[in-house]
Protein backbone atom coordinates (compact mmCIF):
# COMPACT_ATOMS: atom_id res chain seq x y z
CA UNK A 1 0.00 0.00 0.00
CA UNK A 2 1.15 3.31 -1.18
CA UNK A 3 2.48 5.68 1.92
CA UNK A 4 0.05 8.12 2.78
CA UNK A 5 1.84 11.64 2.22
CA UNK A 6 1.75 14.00 5.02
CA UNK A 7 -0.48 17.10 4.48
CA UNK A 8 1.68 20.16 2.80
CA UNK A 9 2.71 22.76 5.58
CA UNK A 10 0.13 26.06 5.48
CA UNK A 11 2.54 29.47 4.90
CA UNK A 12 -0.11 31.88 6.43
CA UNK A 13 -1.12 35.28 5.14
CA UNK A 14 0.43 38.41 6.20
CA UNK A 15 -2.19 40.43 8.44
CA UNK A 16 -2.21 44.48 9.72
CA UNK A 17 -2.31 44.17 13.72
CA UNK A 18 -5.09 47.24 13.82
CA UNK A 19 -3.55 50.63 15.15
CA UNK A 20 -0.20 49.17 15.52
CA UNK A 21 1.34 50.30 12.55
CA UNK A 22 3.46 53.26 13.08
CA UNK A 23 4.20 54.62 9.33
CA UNK A 24 8.47 53.86 9.67
CA UNK A 25 8.53 54.23 5.88
CA UNK A 26 7.75 50.98 3.97
CA UNK A 27 10.08 48.57 5.06
CA UNK A 28 7.47 45.94 4.68
CA UNK A 29 6.67 46.77 1.07
CA UNK A 30 10.26 46.92 0.33
CA UNK A 31 11.00 43.15 2.11
CA UNK A 32 7.89 41.61 -0.19
CA UNK A 33 9.45 39.52 -2.82
CA UNK A 34 6.31 39.75 -4.74
CA UNK A 35 4.70 42.97 -4.42
CA UNK A 36 2.22 42.43 -2.45
CA UNK A 37 2.41 45.06 -0.02
CA UNK A 38 0.89 48.63 -1.35
CA UNK A 39 1.17 51.53 1.08
CA UNK A 40 -1.91 54.04 1.89
CA UNK A 41 -1.69 57.81 2.24
CA UNK A 42 -1.22 57.27 5.84
CA UNK A 43 1.99 55.25 5.24
CA UNK A 44 0.13 51.84 6.67
CA UNK A 45 0.52 48.10 4.83
CA UNK A 46 -2.39 47.36 2.44
CA UNK A 47 -1.70 43.82 1.83
CA UNK A 48 -2.96 41.77 -1.29
CA UNK A 49 -3.87 38.71 -0.36
CA UNK A 50 -3.82 37.31 -3.47
CA UNK A 51 -0.37 37.93 -4.04
CA UNK A 52 0.70 37.13 -0.36
CA UNK A 53 2.94 33.63 -0.60
CA UNK A 54 3.57 33.66 3.42
CA UNK A 55 6.82 34.23 3.10
CA UNK A 56 6.66 36.71 6.74
CA UNK A 57 9.57 38.68 4.88
CA UNK A 58 7.26 42.16 5.76
CA UNK A 59 6.64 40.50 9.32
CA UNK A 60 10.04 40.41 10.19
CA UNK A 61 10.82 43.23 8.74
CA UNK A 62 8.26 45.26 10.39
CA UNK A 63 10.21 47.59 13.48
CA UNK A 64 7.38 47.07 15.90
CA UNK A 65 5.61 43.94 15.01
CA UNK A 66 3.18 45.22 13.64
CA UNK A 67 2.12 42.82 11.34
CA UNK A 68 1.93 38.91 12.20
CA UNK A 69 0.79 35.58 10.15
CA UNK A 70 -2.68 34.99 9.82
CA UNK A 71 -4.23 31.40 9.45
CA UNK A 72 -7.33 30.16 8.57
CA UNK A 73 -9.25 27.39 10.68
CA UNK A 74 -8.21 24.84 8.49
CA UNK A 75 -4.75 25.99 7.99
CA UNK A 76 -4.53 26.04 12.15
CA UNK A 77 -6.08 22.33 12.03
CA UNK A 78 -3.28 21.18 9.18
CA UNK A 79 -0.95 22.87 11.45
CA UNK A 80 -1.89 20.82 14.18
CA UNK A 81 -1.73 17.81 12.50
CA UNK A 82 1.61 18.03 11.16
CA UNK A 83 2.63 19.01 14.76
CA UNK A 84 1.23 15.63 16.14
CA UNK A 85 2.98 13.90 13.30
CA UNK A 86 6.07 14.91 14.01
CA UNK A 87 6.13 14.59 17.92
CA UNK A 88 4.49 11.08 17.15
CA UNK A 89 7.80 10.55 14.64
CA UNK A 90 10.22 11.83 17.66
CA UNK A 91 11.88 14.41 16.07
CA UNK A 92 15.73 14.27 18.10
CA UNK A 93 16.37 17.55 19.78
CA UNK A 94 18.78 19.20 17.63
CA UNK A 95 21.69 19.68 20.18
CA UNK A 96 23.11 23.03 19.44
CA UNK A 97 26.89 23.45 21.17
CA UNK A 98 27.60 27.01 23.12
CA UNK A 99 30.83 27.95 24.76
CA UNK A 100 31.22 28.43 28.78
CA UNK A 101 30.48 32.25 28.11
CA UNK A 102 28.42 32.24 25.95
CA UNK A 103 26.44 30.39 28.65
CA UNK A 104 27.71 32.61 31.39
CA UNK A 105 26.28 35.45 29.12
CA UNK A 106 23.10 33.91 28.74
CA UNK A 107 22.33 33.17 32.39
CA UNK A 108 23.59 36.78 33.41
CA UNK A 109 21.15 37.90 30.50
CA UNK A 110 17.84 35.75 32.24
CA UNK A 111 17.90 37.24 35.26
CA UNK A 112 16.63 39.89 34.34
CA UNK A 113 13.16 39.92 33.25
CA UNK A 114 10.25 42.66 32.43
CA UNK A 115 9.59 45.98 30.50
CA UNK A 116 9.17 48.93 32.63
CA UNK A 117 8.30 52.92 31.75
CA UNK A 118 9.42 55.71 33.38
CA UNK A 119 6.46 57.79 34.43
CA UNK A 120 7.97 61.40 34.02
CA UNK A 121 5.80 63.68 36.31
CA UNK A 122 6.08 67.36 37.27
CA UNK A 123 4.28 68.47 40.18
CA UNK A 124 1.47 65.05 39.89
CA UNK A 125 1.11 65.14 36.38
CA UNK A 126 2.23 62.84 33.90
CA UNK A 127 3.99 63.90 30.89
CA UNK A 128 2.11 62.01 27.78
CA UNK A 129 4.94 60.53 26.43
CA UNK A 130 4.90 58.25 29.62
CA UNK A 131 1.42 56.64 28.49
CA UNK A 132 2.85 56.67 24.82
CA UNK A 133 5.65 54.37 26.02
CA UNK A 134 3.27 52.06 27.66
CA UNK A 135 1.64 51.51 24.07
CA UNK A 136 4.64 50.38 23.05
CA UNK A 137 6.22 48.22 26.04
CA UNK A 138 2.65 46.41 25.93
CA UNK A 139 4.02 45.00 22.70
CA UNK A 140 7.07 44.13 24.06
CA UNK A 141 5.83 42.77 26.81
CA UNK A 142 3.68 40.80 24.97
CA UNK A 143 6.12 39.18 22.79
CA UNK A 144 8.62 38.27 25.49
CA UNK A 145 5.92 37.14 27.24
CA UNK A 146 6.61 39.35 30.47
CA UNK A 147 4.89 41.87 32.63
CA UNK A 148 4.70 45.49 31.85
CA UNK A 149 5.50 48.00 34.84
CA UNK A 150 5.67 51.67 35.45
CA UNK A 151 7.69 53.31 37.91
CA UNK A 152 6.55 56.49 39.89
CA UNK A 153 8.80 58.49 41.37
CA UNK A 154 7.76 61.96 43.17
CA UNK A 155 6.11 63.01 46.10
CA UNK A 156 2.38 62.61 46.72
CA UNK A 157 2.32 60.79 43.50
CA UNK A 158 0.31 57.52 44.18
CA UNK A 159 -2.53 58.65 41.76
CA UNK A 160 -0.60 58.09 39.00
CA UNK A 161 -0.53 54.14 39.80
CA UNK A 162 -4.11 54.83 38.80
CA UNK A 163 -3.17 55.92 35.44
CA UNK A 164 -0.67 54.05 34.89
CA UNK A 165 -2.49 50.77 35.21
CA UNK A 166 -5.60 52.49 32.88
CA UNK A 167 -2.68 53.11 30.37
CA UNK A 168 -1.83 49.06 30.61
CA UNK A 169 0.62 48.70 33.31
CA UNK A 170 0.06 45.64 35.01
CA UNK A 171 2.34 46.67 38.21
CA UNK A 172 3.86 50.06 39.62
CA UNK A 173 6.92 50.28 41.24
CA UNK A 174 6.03 53.72 43.64
CA UNK A 175 8.59 55.76 45.28
CA UNK A 176 6.54 58.64 47.12
CA UNK A 177 8.54 60.81 49.59
CA UNK A 178 9.42 64.67 50.15
CA UNK A 179 12.61 64.39 48.50
CA UNK A 180 11.79 63.52 45.18
CA UNK A 181 9.24 66.73 45.11
CA UNK A 182 11.09 68.15 42.59
CA UNK A 183 13.73 66.49 39.97
CA UNK A 184 17.33 66.49 40.52
CA UNK A 185 19.02 64.09 38.90
CA UNK A 186 20.96 63.17 42.09
CA UNK A 187 17.71 62.01 43.68
CA UNK A 188 15.90 60.17 40.80
CA UNK A 189 19.19 58.57 40.04
CA UNK A 190 19.30 56.96 43.15
CA UNK A 191 15.80 55.96 43.39
CA UNK A 192 15.79 54.03 39.69
CA UNK A 193 18.83 52.56 40.08
CA UNK A 194 17.86 51.24 42.97
CA UNK A 195 14.72 49.41 41.73
CA UNK A 196 17.01 48.35 39.27
CA UNK A 197 19.36 46.63 40.99
CA UNK A 198 16.32 45.11 43.11
CA UNK A 199 13.91 44.21 40.61
CA UNK A 200 16.16 43.59 37.25
CA UNK A 201 13.94 44.64 34.25
CA UNK A 202 15.19 43.76 31.01
CA UNK A 203 13.93 46.52 29.25
CA UNK A 204 13.33 50.36 30.58
CA UNK A 205 12.13 52.79 28.67
CA UNK A 206 11.71 56.76 28.93
CA UNK A 207 10.67 60.07 27.00
CA UNK A 208 13.09 61.76 25.11
CA UNK A 209 12.32 64.95 26.72
CA UNK A 210 14.75 67.03 28.88
CA UNK A 211 14.05 65.11 32.19
CA UNK A 212 13.88 61.74 30.46
CA UNK A 213 17.08 62.47 28.47
CA UNK A 214 19.11 63.56 31.70
CA UNK A 215 18.11 60.54 33.84
CA UNK A 216 18.66 57.73 31.35
CA UNK A 217 21.82 58.88 30.28
CA UNK A 218 22.70 59.23 34.57
CA UNK A 219 21.19 55.71 35.06
CA UNK A 220 22.79 54.40 31.83
CA UNK A 221 26.16 54.89 33.27
CA UNK A 222 25.64 54.36 36.74
CA UNK A 223 24.39 50.56 35.71
CA UNK A 224 27.09 50.18 32.88
CA UNK A 225 24.39 49.55 30.06
CA UNK A 226 23.44 51.03 26.70
CA UNK A 227 21.32 53.52 26.00
CA UNK A 228 19.79 54.50 22.54
CA UNK A 229 18.52 57.98 22.40
CA UNK A 230 15.32 58.62 20.05
CA UNK A 231 14.51 55.66 19.00
CA UNK A 232 11.69 55.80 16.37
CA UNK A 233 10.71 51.58 16.73
CA UNK A 234 11.07 48.81 19.02
CA UNK A 235 10.93 45.08 18.46
CA UNK A 236 12.55 41.70 19.78
CA UNK A 237 14.47 39.75 18.17
CA UNK A 238 14.44 35.85 18.39
CA UNK A 239 17.28 35.91 20.95
CA UNK A 240 15.05 38.32 23.11
CA UNK A 241 17.01 41.28 22.48
CA UNK A 242 15.57 44.89 21.56
CA UNK A 243 15.80 46.25 18.41
CA UNK A 244 16.13 49.70 18.94
CA UNK A 245 15.44 51.92 15.23
CA UNK A 246 16.59 55.06 15.36
CA UNK A 247 17.79 57.93 12.54
CA UNK A 248 21.57 57.81 12.15
CA UNK A 249 23.73 60.06 10.10
CA UNK A 250 21.54 63.34 10.05
CA UNK A 251 18.92 61.55 9.40
CA UNK A 252 19.83 59.87 6.06
CA UNK A 253 19.85 56.20 7.52
CA UNK A 254 17.57 54.47 9.70
CA UNK A 255 20.14 52.34 12.39
CA UNK A 256 19.10 49.59 14.44
CA UNK A 257 21.00 49.25 17.75
CA UNK A 258 20.96 45.90 19.79
CA UNK A 259 22.28 46.04 23.42
CA UNK A 260 22.83 42.36 23.37
CA UNK A 261 25.58 41.70 26.07
CA UNK A 262 24.37 43.97 28.89
CA UNK A 263 21.00 44.89 30.97
CA UNK A 264 18.97 46.28 31.25
CA UNK A 265 18.11 47.65 27.35
CA UNK A 266 17.27 51.43 27.97
CA UNK A 267 15.63 53.29 25.22
CA UNK A 268 13.90 56.67 24.96
CA UNK A 269 11.50 58.01 22.78
CA UNK A 270 9.85 61.57 21.52
CA UNK A 271 6.82 62.46 22.41
CA UNK A 272 3.96 61.25 19.91
CA UNK A 273 6.43 58.98 18.08
CA UNK A 274 4.41 56.30 19.69
CA UNK A 275 0.65 56.00 19.60
CA UNK A 276 -1.41 56.45 23.10
CA UNK A 277 -2.82 53.24 24.59
CA UNK A 278 -6.71 53.03 25.11
CA UNK A 279 -7.50 54.49 28.50
CA UNK A 280 -9.44 51.83 30.54
CA UNK A 281 -10.70 53.66 33.85
CA UNK A 282 -11.03 51.26 37.02
CA UNK A 283 -8.08 48.74 35.41
CA UNK A 284 -6.07 47.58 38.74
CA UNK A 285 -2.86 45.88 39.00
CA UNK A 286 0.15 45.41 41.97
CA UNK A 287 1.62 48.59 43.70
CA UNK A 288 5.04 47.90 44.72
CA UNK A 289 5.71 50.72 47.73
CA UNK A 290 9.73 51.24 47.77
CA UNK A 291 10.85 52.99 50.82
CA UNK A 292 14.45 54.64 49.99
CA UNK A 293 16.87 55.35 52.56
CA UNK A 294 17.80 59.01 51.38
CA UNK A 295 17.80 62.17 52.78
CA UNK A 296 17.52 65.28 51.65
CA UNK A 297 20.69 66.46 53.39
CA UNK A 298 22.91 63.85 51.39
CA UNK A 299 22.19 66.13 48.52
CA UNK A 300 24.64 68.39 47.13
CA UNK A 301 21.64 70.31 45.31
CA UNK A 302 18.64 72.22 46.90
CA UNK A 303 15.79 73.31 45.12
CA UNK A 304 15.04 77.14 46.43
CA UNK A 305 12.54 78.29 43.61
CA UNK A 306 10.79 77.23 40.88
CA UNK A 307 10.29 79.89 38.40
CA UNK A 308 8.08 78.88 35.09
CA UNK A 309 9.23 79.80 32.04
CA UNK A 310 5.85 80.37 30.66
CA UNK A 311 5.45 83.80 29.74
CA UNK A 312 1.92 84.87 29.14
CA UNK A 313 0.47 81.84 26.87
CA UNK A 314 2.84 79.44 25.93
CA UNK A 315 2.34 77.67 22.59
CA UNK A 316 3.12 73.59 22.31
CA UNK A 317 3.20 72.84 18.80
CA UNK A 318 3.93 68.69 19.56
CA UNK A 319 0.08 68.76 21.18
CA UNK A 320 -1.62 71.17 18.17
CA UNK A 321 -4.27 69.69 15.99
CA UNK A 322 -3.62 71.93 13.02
CA UNK A 323 0.07 73.14 12.32
CA UNK A 324 1.09 75.71 9.47
CA UNK A 325 4.49 75.68 8.85
CA UNK A 326 6.68 77.85 7.11
CA UNK A 327 10.56 77.28 5.93
CA UNK A 328 13.01 79.14 4.01
CA UNK A 329 10.53 80.01 1.09
CA UNK A 330 8.72 82.18 3.25
CA UNK A 331 11.76 84.44 2.54
CA UNK A 332 11.70 86.04 6.32
CA UNK A 333 10.30 86.97 9.42
CA UNK A 334 7.94 89.45 8.41
CA UNK A 335 6.34 86.93 6.48
CA UNK A 336 5.46 84.41 8.90
CA UNK A 337 2.32 86.98 9.90
CA UNK A 338 0.55 85.55 6.77
CA UNK A 339 0.66 82.06 8.05
CA UNK A 340 -0.37 82.99 11.50
CA UNK A 341 -3.92 84.89 10.10
CA UNK A 342 -4.34 81.89 8.37
CA UNK A 343 -3.40 80.03 11.88
CA UNK A 344 -5.87 82.65 13.41
CA UNK A 345 -8.72 81.78 11.55
CA UNK A 346 -8.88 78.10 11.56
CA UNK A 347 -8.11 77.81 15.32
CA UNK A 348 -4.13 76.52 14.38
CA UNK A 349 -0.36 77.11 15.31
CA UNK A 350 2.50 77.88 13.35
CA UNK A 351 5.53 75.98 12.95
CA UNK A 352 8.80 76.46 11.02
CA UNK A 353 11.28 74.20 9.68
CA UNK A 354 15.22 74.01 10.99
CA UNK A 355 16.08 76.60 8.01
CA UNK A 356 13.48 79.15 9.52
CA UNK A 357 14.22 78.76 12.78
CA UNK A 358 18.13 79.08 11.97
CA UNK A 359 17.68 82.17 10.56
CA UNK A 360 16.11 83.65 13.51
CA UNK A 361 12.63 84.22 11.68
CA UNK A 362 10.96 81.57 14.44
CA UNK A 363 11.78 80.85 18.06
CA UNK A 364 13.14 76.94 18.73
CA UNK A 365 10.11 75.54 20.39
CA UNK A 366 8.66 76.09 17.07
CA UNK A 367 10.89 73.77 14.64
CA UNK A 368 9.85 70.38 13.32
CA UNK A 369 12.21 67.70 13.03
CA UNK A 370 14.57 65.32 14.17
CA UNK A 371 16.07 67.75 16.56
CA UNK A 372 12.45 69.59 16.92
CA UNK A 373 9.45 68.49 18.21
CA UNK A 374 7.85 65.39 16.26
CA UNK A 375 4.41 66.15 15.90
CA UNK A 376 0.96 64.31 15.00
CA UNK A 377 -1.78 66.75 14.13
CA UNK A 378 -5.16 66.42 12.36
CA UNK A 379 -3.71 69.00 9.55
CA UNK A 380 -0.21 69.65 8.53
CA UNK A 381 0.18 72.72 5.84
CA UNK A 382 4.11 72.99 5.22
CA UNK A 383 4.88 76.23 2.93
CA UNK A 384 8.04 76.90 1.13
CA UNK A 385 9.80 73.89 2.73
CA UNK A 386 11.82 71.35 0.71
CA UNK A 387 10.81 68.37 2.57
CA UNK A 388 14.61 67.19 3.58
CA UNK A 389 14.26 63.69 5.82
CA UNK A 390 15.19 65.69 9.03
CA UNK A 391 11.96 67.79 8.63
CA UNK A 392 9.70 64.52 7.31
CA UNK A 393 10.38 62.60 10.29
CA UNK A 394 9.09 65.29 12.38
CA UNK A 395 5.69 65.64 10.92
CA UNK A 396 4.60 62.37 8.28
CA UNK A 397 2.64 61.12 10.97
CA UNK A 398 0.44 63.81 10.41
CA UNK A 399 -3.53 62.87 9.27
CA UNK A 400 -3.73 65.24 6.53
CA UNK A 401 -0.46 66.97 4.81
CA UNK A 402 -0.86 70.07 2.65
CA UNK A 403 2.51 71.09 0.95
CA UNK A 404 2.94 74.52 -0.98
CA UNK A 405 6.19 74.86 -2.86
CA UNK A 406 6.52 76.68 -6.30
CA UNK A 407 9.07 72.92 -7.20
CA UNK A 408 6.85 70.30 -8.01
CA UNK A 409 10.38 68.22 -7.63
CA UNK A 410 10.47 68.65 -3.77
CA UNK A 411 10.60 65.90 -1.80
CA UNK A 412 7.87 67.21 0.57
CA UNK A 413 5.21 66.06 -2.22
CA UNK A 414 6.28 61.98 -1.40
CA UNK A 415 4.42 62.65 2.07
CA UNK A 416 1.87 65.45 1.11
CA UNK A 417 -1.76 64.20 1.21
CA UNK A 418 -2.65 67.36 -1.62
CA UNK A 419 0.26 69.33 -3.19
CA UNK A 420 -0.12 72.43 -4.38
CA UNK A 421 2.83 73.91 -7.11
CA UNK A 422 2.99 77.25 -6.95
CA UNK A 423 3.55 80.48 -5.01
CA UNK A 424 3.07 80.72 -1.22
CA UNK A 425 2.63 84.27 -1.33
CA UNK A 426 -0.51 84.08 -3.25
CA UNK A 427 -2.12 80.61 -2.52
CA UNK A 428 -1.97 81.28 1.37
CA UNK A 429 -3.39 84.79 1.16
CA UNK A 430 -6.16 82.84 -1.23
CA UNK A 431 -6.61 80.11 1.46
CA UNK A 432 -7.13 82.89 4.31
CA UNK A 433 -9.66 85.04 2.41
CA UNK A 434 -11.86 81.46 0.75
CA UNK A 435 -11.50 80.54 4.96
CA UNK A 436 -12.83 83.88 5.91
CA UNK A 437 -15.98 83.75 3.18
CA UNK A 438 -17.01 80.10 4.23
CA UNK A 439 -17.20 80.87 8.25
CA UNK A 440 -19.20 84.28 7.30
CA UNK A 441 -21.28 82.30 4.78
CA UNK A 442 -21.92 80.24 7.69
CA UNK A 443 -22.20 83.20 9.98
CA UNK A 444 -18.73 82.33 12.69
C1 LIG B 1 21.46 66.52 12.04
C2 LIG B 1 20.44 67.37 11.35
C3 LIG B 1 19.25 67.62 11.99
C4 LIG B 1 18.27 68.42 11.36
N1 LIG B 1 17.09 68.63 11.99
C5 LIG B 1 16.12 69.30 11.35
C6 LIG B 1 14.83 69.49 11.95
O1 LIG B 1 14.57 69.11 13.08
N2 LIG B 1 13.88 70.15 11.24
C7 LIG B 1 14.11 70.64 9.97
O2 LIG B 1 13.18 71.21 9.38
N3 LIG B 1 15.32 70.48 9.40
C8 LIG B 1 16.32 69.86 10.06
N4 LIG B 1 17.55 69.74 9.48
C9 LIG B 1 17.81 70.53 8.25
C10 LIG B 1 17.31 69.86 6.99
O3 LIG B 1 18.29 68.99 6.49
C11 LIG B 1 17.00 70.93 5.91
O4 LIG B 1 18.17 71.69 5.68
C12 LIG B 1 15.88 71.86 6.30
O5 LIG B 1 14.75 71.15 6.71
C13 LIG B 1 15.49 72.69 5.06
O6 LIG B 1 14.54 73.65 5.43
P1 LIG B 1 13.54 74.25 4.36
O7 LIG B 1 12.77 73.16 3.73
O8 LIG B 1 12.79 75.34 5.04
O9 LIG B 1 14.53 74.95 3.33
P2 LIG B 1 14.92 74.57 1.85
O10 LIG B 1 15.39 73.18 1.78
O11 LIG B 1 15.82 75.63 1.37
O12 LIG B 1 13.54 74.62 1.07
C14 LIG B 1 12.87 75.81 0.78
C15 LIG B 1 11.73 75.44 -0.16
O13 LIG B 1 10.91 76.57 -0.37
C16 LIG B 1 10.45 76.53 -1.72
N5 LIG B 1 10.06 77.90 -2.07
C17 LIG B 1 10.87 78.99 -2.17
N6 LIG B 1 10.14 80.08 -2.48
C18 LIG B 1 8.86 79.67 -2.58
C19 LIG B 1 7.64 80.34 -2.91
N7 LIG B 1 7.59 81.66 -3.12
N8 LIG B 1 6.51 79.61 -2.95
C20 LIG B 1 6.52 78.27 -2.73
N9 LIG B 1 7.66 77.59 -2.41
C21 LIG B 1 8.80 78.29 -2.35
C22 LIG B 1 11.60 75.99 -2.49
O14 LIG B 1 11.16 75.41 -3.71
C23 LIG B 1 12.17 74.95 -1.52
O15 LIG B 1 11.65 73.68 -1.77
C24 LIG B 1 18.53 68.98 10.08
C25 LIG B 1 19.73 68.70 9.45
C26 LIG B 1 20.69 67.93 10.07
C27 LIG B 1 21.98 67.64 9.37
Known amino acids: MA???????????????????????????????????????????????????????????????????????????????LKKLQEQAGAPPVAVEISDEEAQLRQKLAAYQGVWVFVEQTGGEAAKVSWELLWAGGLLARDLNVELCAVVVGDQVGHLCDEAFA?????????????????????????????????????????????GRDLAGAVATRLQTGLTADCTGLAIDEKRNLLQTRPAFGGNIMATIVCDHYRPQMSTVRPHVMSMPEHMPGATGEIVRVDLPLREEELLIRVLQVISDKQGEQIDIAGAEFIISGGRGMMGKENFAMLQELANEVGGVVGASRSAVDAGWMPADRQVGQTGKTVRPKVYIACGISG?????????????????????????????????????????????????????????
Open 3 to 81: EQKPPKKPRGTARLIDNSCIACGARCQSACPVDAVEMNEKGEPIIDFGKCIGCAKCVKACPVTALEMFFTLEEKQVLAE
Open 388 to 444: AIQHLVGMQDSDLIIAINRDKDAPIFQVATYGLVGDLFQIIPAITRRVRELKQAKGQ
Open 167 to 211: YGAQKVYLVDAPVFKHYRTASYLEAVSYLVGKYQPEIILMGATGL
